[in-house]
């Protein structure tokens, strides 16, 4: 069995040795016409059996062909590994390159095709020397690879740069897990700075292997070449172009998704209301008339995204564009992004104004006066009514003046005790939208604090009020007990005046000291309710006060005892000072009115008018010494009438002297003017307006001589003009001037 089975083996391995042999080395197969090694597998197999019959069979006769075949049994090992590797090689050309870089390529394949076709026509395993032939095929194949797959790992470093700005948003959320987990808007410029330098660097990176990939392919050998280099460098460029658009629309997704409102998300940005009197504002500003508002920040985020695109230079240079930025702007999905979070943005916004505005019902606790406020309650007690304060701004007089009760001050310190107990209780922060929030807290500190002050401006009158009151009186009784005790004997006036001067001022002050403790112990009682602290001096001085004000008015009993007898002798000496100053006042009054400044024609009236002023004043001196003591001895004095009316005089002549200078300073300087360039029409409104000062002066004027000389100069200057005018006439001639000399009799030439 064994021989039967042998003998079969070498008839077949004769036959299939021969068959194999005779094969091309390579063949073609499939669309894509890949290579194959066509060594045959029955010859394959036979060399191995050769192999194991020399091994475990020594004895047996191997066939000749059989025998011949396997001495090169290493030649067709080397072969066929040879062919192997170019094959695999080849074949990845064909399979593993894209469109653009196979053209590259292409000129390439075609001369290794033609170089290939001997192994798949004219040559076959039993062809004599053909090592060199496949080890040459092999090399060339080889080192077209290695170019191809150079250039694609350089296309992977391009992607594996581009992949990393896909993964990381631009901006992001503060990392720091102490700190609330805002955008970092503190670090926006370094982490802008950050990206741009490694944009930068990936885009110089780019370029480079571009130059690297331009050398591999040897894209700059022959026009067909370069129109295949474009056409690979516009491959390239949507890559790139696609990774830019990934990176600003990673960035952007990720703000559209913090500012969902729909999401479960922590506030993203935040806003600060604080009061800017007189506005309530918000930092960063939330209106959008304010430079650098709150919506201007975010268009700069959106910008700072979109200029990723500007710092990658274009691959494609033949777009004309140098960077992706007009790509980013154009593509559809980035701007509804863009406008998604805009309109995230202003929702937050409109709803935070919205907030903002509530808080309006407060803003006469910063908008209205204190002062003025302040002044009103003390004078009216009272909030005036519109008309009221109209006629307030004619004449204060008609509108009538009450002072507040102390009940009225409470209600006034309540009444903001309330609003505080109110704004006690506003929220300090709001957020919109889970992802906007805004901080009222310095806001409601600043209203708080208003509030406070209303309500302080009230107390702090009332404790000044009993401050200044006790210590007023204080000083006066100290004062007034000193003047009380003052020795005063016969012949001393000045010590009789200072008495006679302290028991009117004790008579002046007692109705209102006599009843002002209660009221300010009911004052202090109030103060100490709203906590308010009283100074210890204000409360030993209430509490010893009325005994020392009882004190001085007994001082002043004893005072009045002492100073009788003198007071009845210097009473009529008083009343016979009164008489003579009455005789020097009649007399002043004759004389003034007779003096120069009444006249026109005088020529020093001011003058005259200053020393008229002193004398006046001299007597309303004695007039005002005289009614001093007057009511201090209880004695009646003359109103005076002739020196008010003197002083009225004085006055009205200094303004009317001043109006005639003015008339005669005008007049004088026309009638320096040539006669060609006199304007009568101007001249005349100015005399017109003299004339009508004039009439609109005090009626006392119009008897003084001074007044109707200068009515009079007006008139008549009026009418000189009216003559020139006339004389001004194109048709006047040569004889109407004659004629003119000869009626006036005065000579002159035109």
């Known amino acids: 069995y064994d021989e039967d089975v042998f003998r079969r083996w070498a008839q077949s391995a004769d036959k299939k040795t021969g068959e194999s042999l005779n094969r091309p080395l390579l063949v073609r197969e499939g669309r894509q016409a890949t290579l194959k090694v066509n060594f045959g597998k029955d010859l394959l197999s036979i060399l191995h059996e050769v192999k194991c019959l020399k091994k475990d069979f020594p004895q047996r006769e191997i066939p000749e062909e059989a025998k011949d075949i396997f001495k090169s049994f290493n030649d067709f090992r080397n072969y066929n590994n040879s062919l192997d590797q170019t094959v695999s090689l080849y074949n990845y050309l064909k399979l593993n390159t894209t469109k653009q870089e196979y053209d590259l390529i292409k000129e390439e394949l075609f001369e290794l095709d033609e170089k290939l076709h001997h192994a798949e026509e004219t040559l076959n395993w039993n062809s004599p020397n053909i090592w060199n032939y496949i080890e040459g095929i092999r090399r060339t194949v080889d080192h077209l690879v290695k170019r191809v797959r150079a250039a694609q790992e350089n296309i992977s470093l391009i992607q594996k740069e581009i992949s990393v700005w896909e993964s990381q948003p631009l901006f992001q959320r503060i990392s720091d897990p102490k700190q609330e987990p805002f955008l970092d808007m503190k670090n926006l410029e370094e982490a802008k700075k950050k990206r741009t330098e490694e944009l930068k660097l990936a885009s110089f990176r780019i370029q480079v292997i571009l ?8 894209a700059n050998v022959g026009e067909a070449s370069k129109l295949y280099w474009e056409n690979y460098l516009n491959n390239l460029d949507e890559i790139v172009a696609n990774g830019v658009l990934k990176a600003v629309a990673v960035s952007l997704g990720y703000l559209v998704d913090e500012s969902d409102k729909k999401k479960d998300v922590k506030p993203l940005l935040q806003a600060t209301m604080e009061l800017c009197e007189p506005n309530i504002i918000f930092k960063p500003s939330l209106d959008l008339d304010i430079h650098n508002n709150f919506y201007d920040i975010c268009l700069g985020i959106i910008d700072d995204i979109f200029n990723m695109g500007s ?96 009940s009225q001050f409470k209600k006034q310190i309540d009444k903001y005790e309330g609003v505080y107990d109110i704004v006690k209780e506003i929220e300090t922060t709001k957020i919109f939208n889970n992802w906007f929030k805004t901080d009222i807290e310095p806001f409601k500190i600043s209203l708080m604090n208003n509030v406070k002050k209303w309500s302080y401006l009230f107390k702090r009158h009332l404790m000044d009020y009993v401050k200044d009151s006790l210590d007023d009186l204080n000083n006066f009784i100290e004062e007034a007990d000193e003047g ?80 009788a007898p003198l007071q009845g002798m210097e009473i009529g000496k008083l009343k016979n000072r009164i008489e003579e100053y009455s005789k020097e006042e009649k007399k002043f009054r004759e004389e003034f009115k007779t003096e120069r400044y009444y006249n026109f024609d005088c020529k020093s009236p001011y003058e005259y008018l200053a020393k008229a002023n002193s004398e006046i004043k001299v007597l309303e001196e004695q007039v005002d010494d005289l009614q001093t003591q007057a009511v201090l001895f209880e004695v009646e004095v003359p109103d005076y009438p002739m020196i008010k009316q003197c002083r009225k005089e004085n006055k009205l002549l200094k303004q009317l002297w001043d109006y005639v200078f003015l008339v005669r300073t005008s007049i004088d300087e026309w009638k320096t003017t040539p006669w060609c360039d006199i304007d009568v029409e101007n001249m005349d409104m100015e005399c017109k307006k003299f004339s009508k000062d ?24 009026i009418t000189s003009l009216r003559a020139c005018g006339e004389l001004q006439n194109p048709s006047i001639r040569e004889r109407h001037w004659f004629q003119l000399v000869q009626a006036t009799k005065v000579q002159f030439i035109m």
Not at 211 to 218: G, R
Request: charged share 30%; with cysteine.
């Open 211 to 218: 130059e690297e990939n331009c050398k591999l392919f040897k």
């Open 311 to 406: 710092l990658v230079k274009r691959v494609a240079q033949a777009s004309g564009d140098a960077n992706y930025l007009k790509i980013c702007h154009a593509h559809p999905e980035l701007n509804s992004l863009k406008d998604q979070f805009i309109n995230n943005v202003k929702q937050v916004m409109d709803m935070a104004n919205t907030k903002k505005d509530t808080f309006l019902e407060y803003s006469y606790l910063w908008k209205e006066s204190r002062h003025d406020t302040m002044y009103f309650f003390l004078n009216f007690a009272r909030e005036l009514t519109q008309e009221e304060l109209k006629l307030l701004d004619e004449d204060e007089s008609l509108v009538k003046k009450q002072d507040p009760t102390l």
């Open 484 to 563: 009380l005790m003052t020795q005063v004997h016969e012949g001393d006036y000045k010590s009789l005046i200072k008495v006679m001067k302290y028991l009117q001022l004790v008579k002046e002050k007692q109705s209102n000291a006599d009843s002002m403790f209660d009221p300010l112990k009911d004052i202090m009682d109030l103060l100490r309710n709203y906590g308010m602290e009283i100074p210890q001096e204000s409360i030993v001085l209430l509490k010893e006060l009325p005994e020392k004000w009882a004190n001085t008015k007994r001082l002043t009993v004893s005072a009045k005892q002492q100073v």
């Open 694 to 717: 004039l009439r609109g002066m005090d009626k006392d004027m119009r008897n003084w001589n001074v007044y109707t000389g200068l009515e009079s100069t007006v008139r008549n200057m």
